[in-house]
Every structure is written in structure tokens, then in C-alpha cells.
């Protein structure tokens, strides 16, 4: 069974050009969330999607950000217009469906790099 | 919301010793508690769970203590070895969007274990 798959695994970009982050759950998975991590500092949870659906996009920026999980293919996180302060880690987490919803397995992350 | 705080942000140990790691979260809904290990550039690992039914939960040399009533939960280590180190972060389940699989992250605590 193959883990969380994220890519790219690395990413640069000049400031006002657009990211495209995706992320495939594990099999089985109906939950995907986003975390973005700073270095040295924590996870700060972004948005909460099951299938074509946001169900929480409380930690998410209202502007240059949005996210989607689409019925077929992986979730993408999109920034647009991105500036340094969006240099980051971005991790994608998968859980399944039911009472072990919460068990989240972390993807191996985007690595965006804002020129 | 929730809010997770986490002690110490560092701490240093001599191979064999044990670590104790302590969370303090707020909200009282909350009933799924984490621990994942995260190695430099790598993604977070779960490594350890437990839930508000159960006091404390082992696995191997790896420990949770919970105690709902003070609001803290603990990640123990013993016999502690050069490969436990890492930053190790504890979580906290919260209330999104009607479900309970949001998670709040503390903010780390960076081990070094010392051969």
C-alpha cells in the first residue's frame, strides 16, 4: 500500500507566478489535509477536503489560496500570485474514513522556495 | 479553538536515559492525542496515539500518559538511543466542520540523544 504521494517534492518560484502543489492520500483514504510548516516551527493546518468537498478551510489565507479535491485525481493546493512569505514546507496528510479518521499519515511534503 | 502548548523545545539526553516530553491542550472536546517523529527534511511519522477512553498506552520502549481532567498528555522514552533523535511533535483533535479530524500541533521539542 502506497504512502501519501506528493509532488513536487521541490519547487521555485518567482514571486507572482502561480504553485501548484498535489497530493494523492494513501489508498483506502477519504480525508486529505494541508499543512504548511515554517522552518522551526510547528504545523499550521490549512484546510480539511474530502472528495469534492472543503469541509474546513479555517487555516487557510482568504486571498491567493485555494484548494480542491477533485472525484478523480489527487488534491491540488494552489497559490497564486505567491510572495517570500509563502516559502515554506507544505505537507499533505491523509486519513481514512470512520472512527480512525483523526490517524493522519503525513505525505513527504512540497518544499516551495519563493525567488 | 484549540490551542496546544508543548515542553520542553529542546532537550538533551545521554544514550540510555529516558525522555519525557509534556502538552497541555484547552479544549475539552478534544479526544484523539498524536505523537508523531519528524527527522530533519523528512515528513512527520506517527508514532504513537491515544484516545480519551484509555489513560496511558505503551509500545515498546514508547509511552502516552493522558490525563483529561488537568488537560496533559506525555510522550515518554526509555532506554533512549542516537536514532530517537529528532523533533517530536504531540496534537490535539478539534472540533472542523462538524466532524472531529482537525489537528492543532504544539510546536515542537527538538531531542538529542548523546552517545
Known amino acids: 500500500n502506497a504512502g501519501v504521494m506528493q509532488n513536487p517534492r521541490h519547487l521555485v518560484r518567482r514571486r507572482g507566478q502561480e504553485a501548484r502543489l498535489r497530493c494523492s492520500p494513501m489508498?483506502?483514504?477519504?480525508?486529505v489535509y494541508w499543512y504548511r510548516q515554517l522552518p522551526e516551527e510547528g504545523l499550521k493546518f490549512m484546510v480539511y477536503l474530502q472528495k469534492e468537498n472543503i469541509i474546513d478551510e479555517s487555516g487557510m489565507p482568504k486571498e491567493r489560496f485555494s484548494a480542491e479535491f477533485p472525484k478523480e485525481g489527487p488534491s491540488i493546493l494552489r497559490i497564486q500570485q505567491v510572495v517570500r512569505g509563502d516559502s515554506a514546507a507544505y505537507f499533505c496528510?491523509?486519513?481514512?474514513?470512520?472512527?480512525?479518521?483523526?490517524?493522519?499519515?503525513f505525505g513527504p511534503g512540497t518544499r516551495l522556495t519563493v525567488t | 479553538g484549540e490551542n496546544v502548548e508543548q515542553h520542553p523545545s529542546t532537550l538533551s539526553v545521554q544514550e540510555g536515559d529516558s525522555a519525557v516530553i509534556k502538552c497541555t491542550y484547552s479544549?475539552?472536546?478534544?479526544?484523539?492525542f498524536p505523537w508523531y517523529k519528524q527527522e530533519l527534511g523528512k515528513r512527520p511519522q506517527l508514532i504513537i496515539d491515544i484516545r480519551s477512553n484509555v489513560g496511558e498506552k505503551k509500545d515498546q520502549r514508547i509511552a502516552v500518559t493522558l490525563n483529561k481532567t488537568a488537560k496533559h498528555f506525555s510522550l515518554h522514552i526509555t532506554e533512549t538511543q542516537p536514532e530517537d533523535s529528532a523533533v517530536y511533535f504531540c496534537?490535539?483533535?478539534?472540533?472542523?466542520?462538524?466532524?472531529?479530524?482537525?489537528?492543532?500541533f504544539g510546536k515542537g521539542t527538538l531531542l538529542t540523544v548523546n552517545p
Open positions: 496528510a491523509s486519513s481514512p474514513p470512520g472512527l480512525a479518521g483523526a490517524e493522519q499519515y
Open positions: 479544549d475539552s472536546a478534544s479526544n484523539y
Open positions: 489508498k483506502g483514504h477519504s480525508h
Open positions: 496534537a490535539a483533535n478539534a472540533d472542523s466542520g462538524g466532524s472531529n479530524y482537525k489537528l492543532t
